[in-house]
């Protein structure tokens, strides 16, 4: 699975980008889809080892509807929040 490959480390700091993504800028989702894709290459990760975190971070599940849309329906300040909380989540060793 893409997030056993990860450590959570890694995982908190693709989070951190994603929030500071999500706050910049326009919220669209065609402008983070294509945020998103490209930090993926940046890094060298594939998208979907990208999007896979930030799926689970917004919807708390592997699969459902389409990720950018759901965090349009969510709004910024609710997938902020979500995003914030798994980060939260990944820096505390217990929870992680």
């Known amino acids: 699975m893409l ?4 450590e959570p480390a890694k995982v908190r700091v693709v989070l951190e980008r994603v929030a500071r993504i999500v706050t910049d800028g326009p919220f669209t ?4 889809k294509t945020a998103l894709d490209a930090y993926a290459a940046e890094i060298g990760w594939k998208p979907k080892e990208v ?9 708390g ?3 459902g509807p389409p990720l950018f849309e759901s965090m349009l329906l969510l709004g910024r300040e609710r997938t902020l ?9 990944l820096s505390d060793p217990v929870a992680a």
């Open 3 to 6: 997030l056993e490959k990860r």
């Open 81 to 89: 929040e979500r995003l914030r909380d798994a980060i939260a989540r």
């Open 61 to 63: 599940k592997r699969v």
């Open 51 to 59: 999007h896979m975190p930030v799926r689970i971070a917004v919807t």
């Open 29 to 32: 989702a065609d402008r983070i």
